[in-house]
């Protein structure tokens, strides 16, 4: 699976869009960019994955550019609760093959009153 | 239930004992995955599960770690001869075939070896 650099931390104020940006320049034409996010003392959470297409769902965006090499998570009003470690991972939608998920160090966010 | 069970939530043990470590994974998930986390640090794969294929043990630190998964649902993670790096976050996930729209991840049993 292709490896992906993300900054190891960002501020944020609340009520505002948290932009976490995911750089993933080797990533291959199968491969998709999934985002969890792991809130202090709980288990990674599951948040958005996406192709080439841009996609939203209830908890974020996720923006891919054209030429897929990089991405962007977008919480478009970002609370307290967001605050959590981000990680962005790139790896090959398959069925049952070699699906353990490659975590790497992440996004610090920290979301601020 | 609704969601990825891990038991105990906290485990003190002395070093050289033995300890299992249990997950129950959401039902009807065919995959089963279990990560370590140490105090500050990423995740670490240790084991996967799919169906009735043989499993990918790739990511066990030593012999002393040890998974089975019964009747293709309840996982148990077994350390013999506990040390004191063993100390983590024992993380559990399952997921549909293999994680393609997601995982869904435990909330861990917290390992401390005194």
């Known amino acids: 699976d292709a490896k992906t650099t993300q900054p190891p931390s960002m501020d944020c104020a609340e009520g505002r869009a948290a932009n976490l940006p995911c750089n993933h320049s080797?990533?291959?034409?199968?491969?998709?960019v999934y985002w969890y996010r792991q809130i202090h003392s709980q288990g990674p959470q599951y948040i958005i994955h996406g192709l080439k297409n841009n996609e939203t769902n209830e908890m974020a965006s996720l923006i891919i550019t054209e030429d897929r090499k990089s991405s962007t998570l977008i919480l478009p009003h970002a609370t307290l609760r967001d605050t959590a470690v981000y990680y962005c991972?790139?790896?090959?939608?398959?069925?049952?093959?070699?699906?353990?998920?490659?975590f790497g160090g992440g996004t610090r966010l920290m979301v601020k009153p | 239930g609704a969601g990825v069970s891990q038991s105990p939530s906290n485990k003190v043990t002395e070093k050289g004992k033995d300890v299992e470590l249990r997950c129950d994974p959401i039902s009807g998930h065919t995959a089963l995955y279990w990560y370590r986390q140490s105090l500050g640090q990423g995740l670490e794969f240790l084991i996967y599960f799919q169906g009735n294929s043989a499993p990918d043990k790739s990511g066990l630190p030593s012999d002393r770690f040890s998974a089975e998964r019964t009747g293709g649902s309840v996982s148990t993670l077994t350390i013999q001869r506990t040390q004191q790096e063993d100390s983590a976050v024992y993380l559990c996930a399952s997921s549909l075939d293999g994680g393609r729209d997601g995982y869904t991840f435990g909330s861990g049993t917290r390992l401390t070896v005194v």
């Open positions: 991972i790139v790896r090959a939608r398959r069925n049952n093959a070699g699906n353990m998920l490659t």
């Open positions: 080797t990533i291959s034409g199968n491969e998709y």
